[in-house]
């Protein structure tokens, strides 16, 4: 069984086709493996009975010679994305014994592409955190720990529960939405490959909306050809998301291998904070190392604005989720608190049903969308926004890519004490600007902090060069040679 | 200024949680204030980073009649309609 854990998603999508596997057989594994890991308390939801019907179609279809791009392979589902007849929460109460009566379009993409969904992994509530405790489920335990330490770790977040399987090895492959960094520093986190693609490339319908300027799915996978094999599968132009592209996806498979030789890459002077410790910055310097030993050239850039990137996020994506976040009125979908009058039951019911973290980003963007605060910050972010975009548009007029850490730090302990609101956003510093400028990003796995959990590079490539970012992203992941696995990983 | 905003928000707030949520608040805010410094004259706001125009369709019908799919999450409805308290005396 062990053997069909440890294959990446493109050996084991060879394996079903040349016959010395079955997709029942890799998905029996990964759903041991699933139970196995429970008190990592990744899933939500496995869906075994769901999983095995998928996987016996998989079968057929490989037996008559029709399996698709993802046929036969296990793949988890943040509980973010709306999954037909399956509970659906983004891990809040109040949305308790949702069911969706559709499916998203990027979950959809997947299922006709031959996926099989294992179920649904927890996230912090709406994708609102960057450790994965905002969860109405609970925490998620990364698999990785600290030798000799006892404690557990931050899988980081919001992806963490979908970061945390991949690295458990209880599913293959997960889904992730990044709306500030929610893939990227989770898998940096727990040492796994994430990649937010550009911003309108995955269509937004069916996911639970957060923060509708920013949001993007992508894939959470162990190799960056995992990682690029699935995200040919999410993306699509759809009718049902108005900010959809209809830009053509290069085939990354295709060119995934052909080197970064003659590339122009820019290390970003302002990707450094107080305290960062300095293995981060003797990683980043082996990352370059690496590109100019592959052929790259790295010169130094400036993006002049990137510490005003964190602020203006977070007037820019409370404010959109204030917005966002009004449909849960207890009328249409989830639980309801009754009062004595209409306005006394919407109060009562988001105050029982809205965490903590939600509650207070809610009012945070009512305030700055209120009558007299709006220009002051609501406006004054979006000029900020611009301004931030701008550089990354200069920028890439002298580079075509960026490489930077993926974040300030390798995980913290969970239940923390003491650490404030603003404290916790800082784990998001380096991967905000991409998301505010809707610029592709991923994070590749690049060696280990001293006490051994996982550290990760950024790689930022120009609007739409997928195809850039997972060639250099190849580059580093061959040059770094990761090969640790979590200590709690499924097998071990 | 937290029970203003809260009751815009439509959020009941525990009366011993206004003062701590107040203070949390104002921390939030006025690191998000270091935005002053920054030079916004003549920039034009930005709210959407793909620069396209939305796209534009037929206003015609291209799905509904499925009333029951409509209601089905809801905690309460009656033939097909979701049902709030009485909202006129």
Redesign the interface.
Known sequence: MTDLLTMTAVEARAALDDKSISAVELTEAYLGAAQATEALNAYTEITHDKARDMAKASDARLAKGEGGALEGLPIGVKDLFCTEGVETTACSNILN??????ESTVTQNLWTDGAVMLGKLNCDEFAMGSANETSARGKVSSPWTVDGDGQDYAPGGSSGGSAASVAARSSLMATGTDTGGSIRQPAAFCGVVGIKPT??RCSRRGIVAFAS?LDQAGPIARTVEDSALMLQSMVSHD?GD??S?AEPMPDLMGQINDGIKGLKVGIPSEYTMDGMADEITAQWQEGRKWLEDAGATCVEVSLP?T??AL??Y??VAPAEA?SNL?RY????????V??G????????T??AG?GEEV??R???G??VL?AGYYDA?Y?????????I?NDFIEVFKEVDLLLTPATPSAAFPLGQKDV???TMYLNDVFTVPAS???VPAMSVPSGLASNGLPLGLQLIAPSFREDTLVKAGRVVEKAAGFAAIASRAAGV | MVSRVARLARIHIDEERLEPMAQELSAILSWIEQLNEVNTDAVEPLASVTGHALPLRDDVVTDGNTPEAVVHNAPETTSGFFVVPKVVE
């Not at chain 1, 009125?329 to 309801?336: F, L, N």
């Not at chain 1, 009058?341 to 009562?348: G, I, Q």
């Not at chain 1, 406006?379 to 301004?387: E, G, H, N, V, Y």
Request: net charge positive.
């Open positions: 014994g949702y069911k969706p009566v559709y911003y309108g300027s009718l108005s900010t592209v604005h510490k005003y602020p203006t977070y007037i204030s009004a009125d207890g009328v249409r979908y989830g639980a309801r009754e009062g009058s209409l306005d006394e039951m919407y109060a009562n988001r105050a809205f509650t207070r809610i009012l945070i009512t305030y209120s910050y406006i004054k972010a979006q000029k900020t926004r611009r301004l975009q404030d609101p603003v505010l400028a809707g």
